[in-house]
């Protein structure tokens, strides 16, 4: 009984080292450098488009108060030019005018906002989460503002207040939104300007480069952690759950285009 032991010991240990010898085998060859793959990353990195039309919409807002100041003062205020505010506007109120701009101007805002939520969504699937969070609140913000001057627009053209009071005070709001509003699309231009420059790798790899190169590198912790918001840890592992798929996906397609090609 007691030379059986060693014996199953033996061979347990036997197969134990004929596994490592297999596993060992699976991994062995040529392996890709790491400054490799990220090089391979950064030529392949898309960038964010939506700083140009950002500048575009910055220009008509600016464009579109000039207008509106100068129908208000010619045409609503009537400082001389009365003539010439008939031959354009035709038989439409200056004031009405100014208004019909500014909802066109809104709609522009409502395409521009769901023109960056698409790009925005589309950096979130290739891995820049940090960006796409970090973007959350400001990409919205034109529109918020724009929205909250269509309201103020319209308790100022229901107030039943005098036509001099009214299109100051709509003058007011125009310009107040403006200065607001420029400043919001410039910090999003350059952050993402700035985005675009960096041409950085997706989160993933990032936190893969920092932990096995950092000299004071720490054990990192992974998961729902006391004090942390439950609701963005599981948000945050579901876009790296989504982007990993994905990445997965395209290395397997690479694969089997390189086993083909030989």
């Known amino acids: 009984m007691e030379s059986k032991a060693p014996a199953l010991y033996t061979a347990g240990t036997s ?20 400054d490799a793959l990220q090089s391979a990353i950064r030529r392949e990195f898309q960038t964010v488009p939506t700083h140009c039309f950002a500048g575009v919409l910055s220009f008509l807002h600016v464009l579109y108060v000039g207008l509106s100041l100068c129908v208000a003062m010619l ?14 506007l035709g038989n439409v109120q200056g004031d009405s005018a100014i208004v019909f701009g500014k909802v066109s101007l809104w709609v522009l805002v409502l395409l521009f906002t769901w023109y960056v939520k698409h790009h925005h969504n589309r950096a979130r699937r290739r891995g820049y989460l940090q960006f796409y969070r970090g973007m959350q609140g400001l990409k919205d913000l034109p529109f918020i503002l724009h929205s909250t001057g269509n309201v103020l627009l319209l308790l100022i053209l229901v107030a039943g207040l005098s036509q001099t009071v009214r299109i100051y005070m709509l003058l007011s709001v125009l310009v107040l939104e403006l200065l607001v509003a420029l400043s919001c699309l410039l910090w999003y231009t350059v952050k993402v300007m700035r985005f675009n ?14 932990q096995n190169y950092s000299i004071t590198s720490l054990p990192t912790e992974t998961g729902f952690r006391e004090g942390s918001n ?16 994905q990445h997965n996906t395209l290395l397997s397609k690479r694969l089997l285009n390189l086993t083909a090609q030989h």
């Open 15 to 34: 197969i134990d080292l004929t596994r490592s010898i297999d596993e060992d085998s699976l991994v062995d060859g040529p392996l890709i450098s790491a």
């Open 75 to 88: 045409c609503v205020l009537k400082f001389g030019q009365e003539e010439m505010c008939v031959s354009v």
């Open 197 to 210: 420059r960096e041409r950085a790798a997706p989160d993933v790899s990032q936190e893969d480069h920092l």
């Open 230 to 245: 439950l609701e963005e840890v599981v948000e945050k592992q579901a876009d790296l759950i989504e982007y990993l798929k």
